[in-house]
């Protein structure tokens, strides 16, 4: 029988009518449920299966759409993704909201009540993981026909607890239940190779290499739609999970191996099973190398498959396809492309070369030295033994064009060399991306100029062409639309929709800053926010703030460079102030909320969180500062918890020392949400400021050249210890254990770190810090100034949206223009 697939295909378009049936027969027929036995998670699962019908039927249309274009491919590989909850998002980015909202009144069923039963997918760190899930979002917003390739780790990143003051690491079963957002594509399945030998071969005279591994893991693909605003674009993000390939175990069954067959079954399930909890420290750990290796394998067979659908001719790759990737997590994909170029595929190396380096493009996160990833060349030996030559080839033929270039010049060849030798034989993978890319990029501009000049000045020298900036952004859709739906209701009142997918809309805020009753509804719902934080406050952590008090908010991963440190020690200096002035009363009340995980290995990060949880202890249950500070710690700090603390803030703390943080992306969703920023001048804070105009931010401390100068100077953070009563009076607080009654010493070594050495200048900034702090409380005391000024924010934050960074990314890098559906159809 023949299938009749033009009725197959044709589309069952989601009517408000037919939803509750949808509903229904999900309810009952899939989860087997009725009023007896259904839970609210059932009730959850049934509406994300409704709507999800509705994502595949525009999914499978935009692949069609794709396939017709004979469109080049935007392939970005990411480690990871911080999507957050995608059931609303799925919604509202469909224009749904309202047809499910009443097609399902008639069932007494409002979707919003069951958003929190759906598990939040944490695949990721912090900021490198959020960009990649607002690009993701731009992606697929403006047409462009990318796929984003990551794993599917079982476990994401940890659920953090907090016990007698203490971080404690939770599993995250995300996967516990049902993940309705993912589609298992077994048919996609991949091998990937690990160890053995390399055997060497002649062809017509010329030398062929022939990797032989010694054992094999299979990735298989689970997709997920991404759903694009109000453009029936669903773009695909594959998440690859490993396998132990069946064959290998009956063979060992077969020899008799049965105790070896199953813990190699193990090894290779044990690749996807765990993200790396750490946030811009390499810990060089084994598994992790042969997990980004597993990644990259997975990936560009994927992508290889993807190319021979369109050509042959392997020198039209660069054409068909653009590899971006995302820091060099996955910069083993240079190599491995190389391999299968010249290996597999038998072109010749300098053919293979010019392919390679025209397909990839690499974006560079940080310059912190110990987050500058190096992979011993034993691990290489171990495990990808064909790579290893071919980085050695790559690595002899450019020091050959770098001596070329720099005649006698031994040292700039030991400084750009792939391979460090002291103390260990290393594989630099940034030389790799960077000599392997068309494009290195910087997240921001002083980012990318510190790239240039200090970072990789040899690299820079050598391709100057190469190096841009392409300053970070974030998807207005999540951040404003649906974070804050009462103050995106506002703006769409007086300026119209426009601003969701072109957020330079904004603008046209600026004027309503001097109107008297836009300031009061956009005050309105800012209140409205904090009562919603100040319950989730409540819930969370027990501690009763008012209403309008005035929220200042650090939330992010929590380390030295962002300097939590900086802030609680201020706050204790305002907590000495009150308690020996105590002329507090008129002031309003300042509530000083933190979240943050810490890197399960990182000691000085979580004693700083111990710090922030025994202060709030204290200030908190001190009856003669009545009330008028409170500390507050919001255990696990996520995308959801960001979407509810961000619309409800007044004061966003972006504080780390100059020239550390390479962007930041916390900064522009708060100050897009109307807080007004305390910040340094690092990152993309020097690019809000001159966005949002100087009087409308408040910065302070060391720039980057001063911190400089202080770092090569001999800089004595003990001296300024005694000389300054502010810093010397909280430091011998915290030391006399009016913190930490009951674990005496316990602060020590955060106390002897700033004495003896302050890496991250905290002493240095810290009376700017306090200064502009007195400043802004000053400020806040004029309602309607400090109300004109986050209007004011919000109206110029436009230059932040993620679509203006994946705009700059497909013109400038990719290439690539938006596909578009034909008009008629
Ligand atoms: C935006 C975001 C980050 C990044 O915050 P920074 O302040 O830029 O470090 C980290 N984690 C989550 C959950 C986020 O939403």
Known sequence: MKANWDNIDAQITMQKE????????????????????????????????????????????????????????????????????????????????????????????????????????????????????????????????????????????????????????????????????????????????????????HIDGVEKFNWCPSYTVLGIPYDMPVVGYGNNIVNTLRLWSAKVSEEFDLQDFNQGNYIDAVSEKVEGETLTKVLYPDDRTESGRELRFRQQYFFVCCSIQDIMRKFLKESSDFRDFPKKAVIQLNDTHPSISIAELMRILVDEKHLPWDVAWDITRKSFGYTNHTILPEALEKWPVEFFQRHLPRHLQIIYKLNQHFLQEVSVQNPGDN????????????????????????????????????????????????????????????????TPRRWLLQANPSLAKLITEKIGKEWITDLSQLKKLEKYADDKDFRKRFDKIKLENKKKLAKLIEIETGVVVEDDAIFDVQIKRIHEYKRQLMNILHVIHLYCELRDHKNFKDAPQRVFLFAGKAAPGYYMAKMIIKLILNVAKVINNDELIKDKIKVVFIPNYKVSLAETIIPATDISEQISTAGKEASGTGNMKFALNGALTIGTLDGANIEIMNEVGKENIFTFGLDIDEIKAKREGNYEPYQLYSENPNIKKVIDLIQSNFFSLHEPGIFEPICNSLLTQDQYFVFADFNAYMECHEKILQEYKNQKQWTKKAILNVARMGKFSSDRTINEYAADIWKVSPVKPKKGK
Not at 20 to 47: I, P, Q, T
Not at 427 to 434: C, F, G, P, T, V
Not at 448 to 471: A, G
């Open 18 to 201: 037919s939803l509750a049936n949808f509903f229904v027969h999900y309810l009952k027929f899939f989860g087997g449920k009725d009023r007896y036995s259904a839970s609210e998670l059932d009730v959850y699962n049934a509406l994300a299966y409704t709507i999800r019908d509705h994502i595949i039927e525009k999914w499978l249309a935009t692949k069609v759409l794709y396939n017709k274009s004979h469109s080049k491919r935007i392939y970005y590989l990411s480690m990871e993704y911080l999507l957050g909850r995608l059931f609303s998002n799925n919604i509202i980015n469909l224009g749904a909201d309202k047809e499910f909202r009443e097609g399902l009144k008639k069932l007494g069923v409002d979707w919003e009540d069951y958003t929190p039963w759906e598990r939040e997918s944490a695949l990721g760190n912090g900021g490198l993981g959020r960009l990649a899930a607002c690009f993701l979002d731009s992606m697929a917003t403006l047409n462009l026909p990318a796929i984003g390739y990551g794993l599917r780790y079982e476990y994401g990143i940890f659920r953090q607890d907090i016990c007698q003051g203490y971080q404690v690491e939770e599993p995250d079963e995300w996967l516990k239940f049902d993940n309705i957002w993912e589609m298992k594509r077994i048919e996609h399945t991949v091998p990937v190779h690990f160890g053995g030998e390399v055997e060497t071969y």
């Open 411 to 474: 040292d700039i060849l030991r400084r750009m060399s792939l391979v460090e030798e002291y103390p260990q034989k290393k594989i630099r993978m940034a030389h790799l991306a960077i000599i392997g890319s068309t494009s290195v990029n910087g997240v921001s501009e002083i980012h990318s100029e510190i790239l240039k000049e200090q970072v990789m000045p040899d690299f820079y020298n050598s391709f100057p062409h190469k190096f841009n900036n392409k300053t970070n952004g974030i």
